[in-house]
């Protein structure tokens, strides 16, 4: 199979590379390598790719229409996971309009290369973050996620509505994954898991926000990336029994599934720092601040149908999976 991979130099995306590679599928991947933190962690993620036979590499941003109708025409992808977006929740406080020009019409760009070239199946990235307001937990695609706080998560909730139009009018299938905080070697410096590891090793202080009254849903990256592989390979057909009256936003009588991809365990921000300066063998100086903007208190996935789809269960605890991402960071950063 001929897979395209977007955001193929970001943490998931490489991952996800190295995976569909060792099962010996062609991947093609984009990513526009931009700076929204240090382009040389990315650099780094495509020189490990570099040897591997089944894999090219184009330099791409989403938001460019002539450059991805090109690429989806010249190369005549089977399946495709868009896993490229403007992430963070609290950039997009600051910059806005990133997000419009990445997640909206970069996900529109992909959509109509798909629909355009018979693409067999899109699997793309959707985010916890759409249940916003919601407390009922855990979260459920079964659940209404008309509330976001930030605008990533409500570019993210556009995204789900994007796709499912496309399936609808084109039979196009599609599939989203909502991810829940996902750690692990070659993780992104803006997530915690780095941000907190870096800190407590350089001997600077961390900030807990709300006194650390969070908790979240950490989900190692190996075990992602088995769901994500998992669902490109079923390919979601219509729902005939479904109706608006009486169905889910998971589900349609179009081509189109919601899934949520976790680990289904959420850990309290203490705990989780503790697991770290178990890890590293050094206590952390604590900074106890108020909540952030655009932030939730928990997120907790309930993955009940990823597992009856496809047999997705995680397996990683996450006292391993911090030891893992410690190693590589010490490894990595030679510290």
Same mark, same amino acid.
């Given at each position: ?76 992808? #089977? ?51 759409? +249940? ?56 992104? *410096? ?45 390919? *979601? ?6 109706? *608006? ?9 179009? *081509? +189109? ?44 996935? #309930? ?25 590589? +960071? ?6």
């Amino acid at each position: 199979m001929k897979y395209l991979v977007t955001g193929a130099a970001g943490f998931i995306g490489f991952h996800v590379v190295q995976a569909l590679s060792n099962q010996g599928h062609e991947i093609i991947g984009i990513d526009n390598l931009n700076d929204y933190y240090d382009p040389a962690l990315k650099l780094a993620r495509l020189a490990q790719l570099e040897p591997v036979a089944e894999f090219s590499f184009i330099k791409l941003d989403l938001a460019d229409r002539d450059g991805m109708a090109a690429l989806f025409e010249q190369q005549q992808f #089977d399946i495709v996971i868009h896993l490229a977006a403007q992430a963070g929740v609290r950039y997009s406080i600051d910059n806005p309009l990133v997000y419009a020009d990445s997640n909206l019409t970069g996900h529109l760009t992909v959509l109509e290369g798909c629909r355009q070239t018979k693409v067999k199946h899109l699997v793309y990235a959707s985010s916890s973050s759409v +249940y916003g307001l919601n407390t009922k937990t855990p979260f459920s695609c079964d659940d209404s996620v008309d509330h976001p706080i930030s605008l990533y998560a409500a570019t993210k909730k556009a995204n789900e509505l994007m796709s499912h139009t496309y399936s609808h009018l084109y039979d196009l299938p599609t599939s989203g994954l909502r991810f829940f905080t996902v750690y692990g070697p070659w993780g992104r *410096p803006d997530m915690a898991p780095f941000k907190f590891t870096k800190k407590i090793i350089d001997g600077d202080a961390i900030d807990i926000y709300n006194n650390g009254n969070l908790s979240r849903d950490f989900t190692y990256i190996d075990d992602i990336v088995e769901g994500i592989v998992r669902v490109a390979e079923k390919v *979601p057909s219509a729902n005939k029994d479904w109706t *608006p009256e009486a169905g889910t936003a998971k589900s349609s009588s179009a *081509p +189109y599934r919601l899934y949520n991809i976790g680990n289904g365990n959420p850990v309290q921000l203490l705990e989780f720092v503790q697991t770290i300066e178990s890890a590293t063998g050094i206590t952390a100086t604590k900074n106890m601040k108020p909540m952030q903007p655009g932030d939730v208190y928990k997120t907790w996935a #309930d993955t009940q149908d990823l597992f009856d789809a496809v047999g997705y269960q995680p397996k990683t605890a996450l006292k391993e999976g911090i030891k893992h991402f410690v190693q590589w +960071y010490r490894d990595f950063y030679q510290v």
